[in-house]
């Protein structure tokens, strides 16, 4: 009888779980990221490592997309394993129920700081910003070093671009306009609409996809231009003549989730402790330019890199971090102000 209980015991341990683990194991995951040299960086960081570490390959999709994830919840289809998601719209999701917890045991984040440790749905994966680009070839002497100078298009005359989007574009609005940044929220969104107006007709180009902002430099469409860091460093590193402005940059932290419902949620939390990987968050980094929030993974980031990343000390002291709960509880109004105010002449 003990003996039978001892085998009983032995199976039920660390054999139970290889056959419970090779009894669910699924020919593939899908996640959908924001595609673009990111979903490349991914790929040779992460999705690589969870193939090879558990034999389950990555299927990827894009874009990020707040509407489709809610329909895919709403109606019990789920397509997706894990998700990306805007910042501000991670929030929404984490409120609307859209998402499953996140399984600590499983996904170690003892190393983060501690203000996102116990998140309890939305993985924190990297720290990006939307800062300033400007082609060096054009300003020769230096370009803007803040919003009041990307705004003065006497200063700095040519072809501006800027995201389709009112998130950080109000902020941007209000810098210029000479409000504090310790003063920013609530934001004050007639002011930063009225400064906006000043700018439009310099913009040549609303994007609305990380690659095309950093494309419109690249091809001279514009000569200053907002993106995310990542992207000028890709067009940086390709030898184009772009200089990053960090004063003012937007940080924001890229948000990872299951999708409430997903099939194969245990596979999306291996996933997701993959992407906690300090050494693997080091890799991503040096490809793009995006940070892990692993306050380890700076240890293993090429040094040559760290000038180029949002948090290093010299470049986090110039920033602010944008109010997603603020934009959460007021983004659906002022998105549609936004689309009406593109439309005005």
């Known amino acids: 009888m003990q003996r039978r209980q001892v085998l009983a015991l032995a199976v039920a341990g660390p054999l139970g779980a290889r056959l419970a683990m090779a009894q669910d194991k699924p020919a593939q995951i899908v996640v959908n990221d924001s595609g673009g040299a990111s979903q490349a960086a991914n790929k040779k960081a992460f999705y690589s490592e969870f193939e090879k570490k558990y034999g389950v390959r990555v299927a990827t999709t894009s874009p990020i997309d707040l509407g489709k994830l809610r329909a895919m919840v709403q109606s019990g289809n789920v397509e997706w394993t894990v998700t990306e998601m805007g910042s501000a719209d991670a929030v929404i999701a984490e409120r609307s129920g859209l998402l499953e917890p996140l399984d600590h045991s499983i996904i170690d984040m003892s190393r ?22 400007f082609r060096s070839d054009v300003f020769k002497n230096g370009g803007p070093k803040g919003w009041s100078d990307f705004f003065d298009a006497q ?141 380890d993974a700076t240890q293993y980031t090429n040094k040559d890199m760290v000038p180029f990343l949002p948090t290093s000390p010299e470049n986090l002291s110039r920033q602010f971090w944008v109010n997603l709960a603020w934009w959460a509880d007021n983004a659906p109004a002022i998105q549609e102000r936004w689309a009406r105010w593109l439309l005005e002449k």
Not at 123 to 128: D, E, G, H, Q, R
Not at 239 to 250: D, H, L, S
Not at 288 to 294: E, F
């Open 155 to 295: 200063k700095f005359p040519g072809p501006r671009t800027m995201q389709n989007s009112p998130i950080e574009n109000l902020e941007f609005a209000l810098l210029a306009d000479g409000v504090p940044v310790d003063k920013l929220y609530p934001l004050d969104v007639d002011r930063a609409f009225r400064k906006l107006g000043q700018i439009k007709p310099h913009v040549a180009s609303w994007w609305t996809t990380g690659a095309q902002s950093a494309q419109l430099l690249v091809d001279k469409e514009a000569v200053i231009g907002t993106a995310w860091n990542g992207r000028y460093y890709t067009a940086i590193k390709q030898g184009v003549p772009i200089t990053m402005e960090w004063n003012q940059g937007a940080l924001k932290e890229s948000a990872y989730g299951i999708p409430k419902g997903a099939k194969d949620a245990l596979w999306g939390q291996r996933l997701l402790a993959i992407l906690a990987d300090p050494r693997l968050q080091a890799r991503y980094a040096d490809e793009v330019g995006y940070p892990g929030l692993n306050l």
């Open 112 to 133: 983060f700081p501690k203000n996102l440790q116990d998140r309890k749905y939305v993985f924190p994966k990297s720290a990006y910003s939307t800062v300033i680009g």
